[in-house]
């Protein structure tokens, strides 16, 4: 799991011995209640592995809600992020749920490495789910998400149906615990995922909607995979990219606004669309730092009261 926690989440710790003053300024200020308008909110990644102190970063952002990373689905961890959740008020969005095995996020390894596409690791891979979704009923937590795979674009490919195969009954046992599952987008094509979404046939899978991977893997105009994929649309990662241009590569993560992701439009159109989900900033580049993350929540929040 440590090349996934690598790539993916931002470690709230970190950010406490980085911006000692950030809580007690926040806090001060009455920012808590910030970062819901218009039935949006605006949240953030973080692990929780000690959650009293990894959520205490996140509400003294401001943040009303978050998805976290988790390494054991222990009963102990369970009772600590319930208490934890209600302490700071914070209202958990998913909990992102992959391993194990390596993840390689590339063109080149990343069929063979990424989800329950490939072979390596399904077996495995089943089985973190599904205690994942066990964690997420004991803990309230709506949904689990992850990254599924390169979901091939041909629906008569053996590793199609395979996979079809394998996550219909995972999704049949979350639908029966009550939680719901949500594929993050990037490794397929939006069609290709509604296909998927459809073929699995349960009415509990939903989207978690990457703008940046659309980019960066070359697979969409996120703009334009909202007309494809809006109304499974529940929860959107706030994270910008560039075209790739190596076809080994895939393309460069940049800074929100600065990339080829339109937020002013994706987030008009989702409100247009009666859009309530989250906004979850997501930034995978080396060097996050309270700056960027605040900056980057008043855009969001601006965006969102002028859409």
């Known amino acids: 799991m440590s090349e996934l926690n690598r790539r993916r989440f931002l470690r709230a710790g970190a950010v406490l011995a980085t911006a000692p003053g950030i809580l007690s300024t926040l ?40 998805q976290i990373n988790v390494a054991e689905y222990s009963p102990e961890l ?34 063979e490495t990424i989800g329950l596409v490939p072979p390596a690791f399904r077996k495995e891979r089943v089985e973190r789910l599904m205690k994942g979704i066990d964690f997420c009923k004991t803990v309230n937590i709506p949904a689990v998400h992850a990254h599924f795979g390169f979901i091939p674009e041909n629906p008569t490919d053996m590793l199609y ?21 949500f594929f993050e987008t990037g490794q397929e094509t939006p069609i290709t995922l509604l296909r998927a979404l459809q073929d699995i046939g349960t009415d509990n899978l939903f989207v978690n909607y990457d703008t940046a991977n659309l980019v960066m893997y070359g697979k969409a105009n996120p703009l334009d995979g909202l007309k494809i994929l809006g109304k499974y649309v529940r929860a ?29 439009r994706i987030i008009a159109t989702l409100k247009k669309s009666g859009f309530t989900g989250s906004l979850i900033i997501e930034c995978e580049l080396n060097g996050d730092n309270k700056d960027y993350i605040t900056k980057t929540k008043r855009y969001l929040e601006d965006l969102i009261a002028r859409a």
């Not at 308008?37 to 996140?58: F, M, Q, R, W, Y």
């Not at 958990?92 to 990343?110: A, E, L």
């Not at 990662?237 to 002013?264: Q, R």
Request: proline content about 7%; overall charge negative; charged content about 20%.
């Open 27 to 66: 806090e001060s200020s009455g920012s808590n209640a910030i970062g819901k308008a218009h039935n949006i909110s605006v949240g953030i990644i973080t692990d929780a592995n000690n959650p009293e102190e990894d959520l205490k970063v996140v509400s003294g952002y401001g943040f009303s809600t978050c």
């Open 78 to 111: 369970a009772a600590r992020l319930r208490e934890s959740f209600k302490k700071y008020n914070i209202l958990p969005n998913t909990m992102i749920c992959m391993g194990p095995g390596n993840y390689v996020w590339d063109f080149k390894s990343g069929p």
């Open 161 to 181: 149906g395979q996979f079809i195969e394998t996550i219909k009954p995972v999704a049949q046992y979350a639908r029966q615990q009550g939680i719901n599952v």
């Open 236 to 264: 959107l990662h706030a994270k910008d990219g560039m075209y790739p241009t190596n076809p080994s590569e895939l393309g460069k993560e940049v800074h929100i606004p600065t990339g080829e992701v339109d937020f002013p």
